[in-house]
């Protein structure tokens, strides 16, 4: 009896012996299949990488290169391994393709890639900014306002077209809108001058120029301007003074000729003072200086910001 339950139990013993082989057999095979699924994912994945990192630097070459269409469709290949989803390297992918699109002036195009970028990040003002330039060449100001991004370089784009029509007061109304929105400054500052220049009121636009030198510096067209102003200051107290010495002497003339009768001295000076007049009063300041007369041709317009 006793020998019949050893025996029992031996084959019990036996049996769970193999299930366990079996068990750590089956465990080992599946961790052999995960091992190499995982490195055939392994490279699958640095494969694909790989490629679209290739294709992205590829992308890169051709716009540097200037290949504007080969560059787009370059990074439109490294697009296609991102199944929709946008990420850091996607994101990357579409600002070149964005500013490949805006250089081949497709400004439909840009501003669709741009709008997907705002679309993943709708408070980043990068992107907010490339899609108002965009609208800003599609003559679509009032979009580009409205995104609130590059407001003062509107508004002296807007200004400058105003000054060009003749528009001055509107062109200075825009630009103080241009100031209050805090960039392109500078622009608005030079055209702000131009525009009291050319309506005549050179003491304003020398008192705006020597201002915008004093913070911006001075080029070539700053310093013609101020030498022009400057002149016509000079002019306008010189022109004055004449007028004045001319109206003494018209009024001694008259004196003298009242004390004469119809001596013929007395009608030489008054010939004499006419034509002194005469010539003040066809003569324009700025030539007399020697300087341009017109303050239009003198003006630089500064259309960017």
Excluded: H
């Amino acid at each position: 009896m006793e020998d019949e339950r050893a025996r029992i139990r031996a084959r019990e013993r036996k049996k769970r012996r193999r299930r366990q082989r079996k068990i750590l057999f089956a465990a080992l095979v599946l961790f052999v299949l995960l091992l190499i699924g995982g490195s055939v994912y392994g490279f699958m994945r640095y494969d694909r990488e790989k490629k679209r990192q290739g294709l992205l630097r590829e992308g890169i070459e051709l716009l540097d290169k200037g290949s504007y269409e080969e560059a787009v469709a370059r990074l439109d290949e490294a697009l296609e391994w991102s199944k929709g989803k946008i990420g850091d390297f996607e994101t990357n992918v579409l600002l070149y393709r964005a500013d490949a699109e805006y250089r081949l002036k497709s400004y439909d195009a840009a501003l669709n890639t741009y709008q997907l970028l705002c679309e993943s990040d709708e408070e980043n003002r990068e992107y907010k900014k490339g899609a108002a330039q965009c609208m800003v060449q599609k003559g679509d100001y009032d979009g580009a306002l409205a995104l609130g991004v590059i407001d003062g370089y509107i508004y002296n784009l807007k200004a400058v077209e105003k000054i060009r029509d003749g528009a001055y007061d509107e062109a200075l109304e825009l630009i103080a809108k241009g100031k209050a929105a805090g960039d392109a400054g500078q622009d608005l500052a030079f055209n702000e001058a131009v525009a009291w220049e050319n309506k005549g009121d050179f003491a304003q636009a020398l008192k705006l120029f020597e201002a915008y030198a004093a913070q911006y510096g001075t080029d070539e067209n700053v310093e013609r301007e101020l030498a022009f102003l400057r002149s016509r200051q000079g002019n306008a107290d010189e022109s004055n003074a004449q007028e004045m010495a001319g109206f003494e002497e018209e009024s001694g003339a008259g004196e003298e000729e009242g004390s004469e009768g119809e001596s013929g001295t007395g009608g030489e000076e008054g010939t004499g003072n006419e034509g002194s007049a005469e010539t003040q009063g066809s003569s324009d300041p700025g030539e007399a200086a020697g300087e341009e007369s017109s303050p239009e041709s003198e003006s630089q317009i500064q259309a960017v910001g």
